[in-house]
């Protein structure tokens, strides 16, 4: 099995809204982690996407952690994660600071993992941070993009199914829209007319409605960040071409890709 580590962003350049300190996935391998306690001088994000691990905290708090496990630490508090000796995960890492963040109230409570219902789409978080910013204009909205995806760390959804929460991580990491509707009600166990009718409820929108606003974010992100062409674009979200991404945009936000892209 592979062992490698990709850091994507280091020492973002510092902003009105804060700084991006250094993001980075650790892929299928042993995270470079003391197990003594440590102290960071921005917030800790951690997403563990596969394996599991152990968490230790100041407060006395220690514990087992699996896929899923969204590790929130406060600036300044010490603190460590890590694979047992030997063992492998896969993890999604972020620091960062400002005062953009200080305005987020789950951020500043307590320590550690906490299980999101329904999970963050992991995809969305990686196209916000794969794209380093050349400009400073360009790291604010970065910052933004992080601070919208991490207000949904704390949401939960005590009143949806579990298929439909399953379905519903699915769909949000489905930026290409190449998986069949048909295909995750069947994984669900539901034929497509009550998946559908259970999902418009519990979630407030179809699942093509929901897979749509996800993709179109992801869109508006990339447009912000980065320097791709509208083709690219569309091509990366598998929109048939830049002029259906354009219309679908349009109708989605009320601007065109260019006109959003200029603001």
């Given amino acids: 099995m592979s062992q490698r580590t990709i850091v994507t ?31 960071m001088d921005g917030y800790v994000l951690s997403v563990l996407i596969d394996g599991e691990g152990n968490y230790r905290d100041a407060d006395g708090r220690a514990e087992r952690i699996t896929a899923g ?12 994660y890590h694979t047992d000796p030997g063992e492998r995960w896969t993890e999604l890492f972020v620091v960062f600071t400002g005062p953009l963040f200080d305005s987020i109230q789950h951020l500043s409570g307590p320590a550690g993992p906490r299980y999101p219902v329904p999970l963050p789409a992991i995809e969305a978080l990686r196209t916000v941070l794969r794209a380093p910013p050349k400009t400073r204009r360009a790291a604010e909205h970065q910052l933004v993009a992080l601070a919208d ?6 949401d939960t959804a005590d009143d949806v199914s579990m ?13 290409t829209a190449s998986t069949d509707l048909r295909a995750v009600a069947a994984e669900a166990g539901l034929s497509y007319d009550t998946f559908r009718r259970r999902f418009a409820k519990q979630v407030g ?26 083709r690219e674009i569309a091509r990366t979200l598998g929109f048939a071409d830049e002029f259906h991404l354009s219309r679908r945009f349009r109708a989605q936000f009320g601007v065109s890709p260019r006109d959003y892209r200029r603001t």
């Fill in 9 to 39: 962003i280091a020492e973002g350049p510092e902003t009105r809204l804060g700084r991006l300190v250094l993001a980075g996935e650790v892929i299928d391998s042993e995270p470079i982690m003391s197990s003594a306690l440590r102290v």
């Fill in 205 to 230: 929108q179809t699942p093509a409605a929901f897979r749509s606003e996800r993709r179109l974010q992801a869109a508006a992100t990339l447009l912000r960040l980065t320097d791709l062409t509208h």
């Fill in 69 to 80: 496990a969204h590790t929130i630490v406060p600036p300044g508090f010490p603190h460590t």
């Fill in 149 to 154: 995806w991490l207000v949904d760390v704390e």
């Fill in 163 to 175: 298929e439909i929460l399953d379905a519903m991580g699915r769909l949000a990491d489905d930026l």
